[in-house]
C-alpha cells in the first residue's frame, strides 16, 4: 500500500500560505485571490482569501477594476467583484501573438477545426453544449462522451482564441487596423 495521499495536510499548506503572504505584496495577493473568483464575491470575502484588511482589498480591487482585470459591481452593498474572463483570454491571445507568426497561428486554426469538424460529424451537432451526455446507460460510454464533449468545448475555445491571436499579430496589437 502506498503512502501517497493527494490531500496535502495541514501544516503544508499552512506553510504554503505563510510563504505566499510572507514574499507577496498586498496588490499581488489581492490580484491572485480574485483570479480564482469567477462570480461576483463580495470585497470583505476577498480580503479574507488575500489575506489583507477589507478597505485594502477594495483599493486593490477598484484599481484592478480600472484596468479591466476584474469586473466590479459597486452597486452591490457591499461591492463585489469577479475576474474577468474576457481580459484573461485577450493576454492569453496576445501572449500567443507574440510568440507565434501569423501563419503558425492560422495553421493552428485549422487543425482544430478540422478536429472540431470531426465533433460535429460524430455527435450530429454544431455545438457542445447541445449534446446529451446521457444517451447511454452504460457507464463507460457516458465517461467517453464526457470526455470527447469536454475535449470539444477546449477546441472551441482554442480557435476563438487562436483567431484572436490571428486579429492582433496582423494589426500590430490592435484588433481593428490602424
Not at 466590479?72 to 496576445?94: C, I, M, T, V
Not at 477546441?155 to 494589426?171: F, H, P, T
Request: hydrophobic content about 35%.
Amino acid at each position: 500500500m502506498s503512502d501517497f495521499d493527494p490531500v496535502p495536510s495541514r501544516d503544508a499548506v499552512d506553510e504554503v500560505r505563510r510563504r505566499w503572504r510572507d514574499r507577496t505584496d498586498t496588490f499581488g495577493r489581492v490580484y491572485d485571490a480574485v483570479l480564482g473568483i469567477s462570480e461576483p464575491t463580495p470585497y470583505p470575502r476577498i480580503a479574507e482569501r488575500a489575506e489583507c484588511s477589507p478597505n485594502a482589498a477594495k483599493k486593490h480591487l477598484d484599481r484592478l477594476a480600472d484596468m479591466g482585470i476584474v469586473r466590479a459591481d459597486r452597486g452591490s452593498r457591499p461591492a463585489r467583484y469577479e475576474r474577468n474572463d474576457a481580459y484573461l483570454e485577450w493576454q492569453e491571445a496576445s501572449r500567443i501573438a507574440a510568440d507565434l507568426s501569423i501563419d503558425e497561428i492560422v495553421e493552428r486554426v485549422e487543425r482544430f477545426e478540422e478536429r472540431r469538424r470531426r465533433f460535429e460529424e460524430r455527435f450530429g451537432a454544431t455545438d457542445p453544449t447541445t449534446v446529451s451526455v446521457f444517451d447511454s446507460d452504460d457507464h463507460e460510454a457516458i465517461h467517453e462522451r464526457m470526455a470527447a464533449i469536454g475535449e470539444w468545448r477546449a477546441i472551441d475555445r482554442d480557435v476563438r482564441l487562436y483567431e484572436l491571436a490571428r486579429r492582433l499579430a496582423q494589426n500590430d496589437g490592435h484588433l481593428l487596423p490602424a
